[in-house]
């Protein structure tokens, strides 16, 4: 139902990064750039974000608080990797206290380069995970649809498509 | 009998009619602001999109029975808003109005966030603030119309600014309070980031914080209908005169909330019922003297 894509509400994460990406994403919801001609908020509360956009990588430290960012999020939601050092851990990576990139904690959607990723590279990423976050919605709208009045899963946590057949998996596996 | 159908149809319009016009406002606002800090801004239908999207979201829960308080909110704003425009009494319709506020206290209260409850106690500050203005207001229309009655309020012969200059201008002030512009926006804003997350919305997400934006549209149209009875008198040109103030006066918040920082709450106390008493308490004065 409905179009979900003209409003991607942001919630940026700088995680063990230089500040440089940081700086970059600013710039993006400057006036040069207007990120908010396409519906960008950039929001501070992850229960109204629908994109988690994460900069630099993540180490001991942070690596809770991501996850714990990406949880908060209801669904459906995108999550974009902005820079090297989210990507893969960049310039840190050797570091002793580094797990790498952020895919290292959360599951990636889109991975934007660039050392310091451009802010132009990063509308292009915002744009990306737009599409995919209509894509999942539908999904999600589609399922609903086809499986209408059946009965609803086990857990009333559950309510989304990706659970629901991440549910059906693990029957079968527990069945065989 | 002719009247009873017309304010009817007020009510009926208002109920139908004011989510569409605030959320046109809501967009107006946000492109003129971009448009003042030299962007290009979101489209004007942007806050309908932002709507439909938080009705397509998973929904968490941090308490179930914010979204019944919420309901409730939405509901007495609803109420207070369609009282007003059936012209109703004066007194009851702001009664109702107050209560809405304590409702949006306890819609951020209940979830016991930190922040959320911080800035449910902010929003108390803010209604403490534009309280005594919006009360005194109604005084000030029985003063100047011997009633409290609205209907005999909307048609006077004369337009009621002549009488309540002061009583305006407090409104006015106590307006930018209630509407959260800044600099008086200490429980939420309506930009990006504030030092509480956002406000008392922090745990709102979803179905709750569509619910709440939806209040928000009725309280915008209510509160600007509330100035147009400063103008409104019984010939028509006065209806051509209310929408542009209100237009002017949406404008002129407009660029208040772009050029002023935040305040702190208690700046913002002592600053509103200053100018509530220098304002309201003076015109006050002369109405009971000349009366
Ligand atoms: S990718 Fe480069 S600019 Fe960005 S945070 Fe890492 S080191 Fe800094």
Known sequence: ?176 | MNHTIFYAIGAVLYIVGAPFLGCLMDGAERKLSARMQGRIGPPLLQPWYDFVKLLNKQVVTVDRAQFFILTSYLVLMVMSGAMFFSGNDLLMTFFVLSTTGTFLYFAAIVPSSPYSSMAASRELIQEVCYEPAVLLLSVGFYLATGTFNARAVFSQNTSLVVFLPGFLASYLFAMIIKLRISPFDVSTSHHAHQELVQGVTTEMGARNLALFKLAEWYEMVFLYGVVAVFILNSSLVSVLAAILVDLVIFFCFVLIDNTNARVKWENMLGLSWAVTGLCSGVNLLILMMIR
Request: negative net charge; aromatic residues 6%.
């Open chain 1, 1 to 176: 139902m409905g179009k979900v894509k003209k409003s991607p509400w942001l919630l940026h994460y700088d995680g063990s990064s230089c500040n440089g990406c940081d700086i970059e994403v600013l710039a993006t919801l400057t006036p040069v750039y207007d990120a908010e001609r396409f519906g960008v908020v950039n929001t501070g509360d992850p229960l109204q974000a629908d994109i988690l956009m994460i900069t630099g990588g993540i180490n001991q430290q942070n690596a809770p608080v991501v996850k714990q960012l990406y949880d908060q999020m209801p669904r459906p939601k995108v999550v974009v990797a902005v820079g090297t050092c989210a990507c893969s851990g960049g310039v840190f990576r050797e570091c002793y206290n580094m797990l790498g990139g952020a895919d290292s904690t959360v599951p990636i959607d889109i991975y934007v380069p660039g050392c310091a990723a451009r802010p132009e590279s990063i509308m292009d990423g915002i744009m990306k995970a737009v599409e995919l976050f209509q894509k999942r919605s539908d999904e999600h709208d589609q399922y609903e649809k086809e499986h209408k009045g059946e009965a609803g899963p086990v857990d009333p946590n559950i309510n989304t498509a990706r659970d629901k057949v991440k549910m059906q998996e693990m029957k079968g596996a527990a069945d065989a």
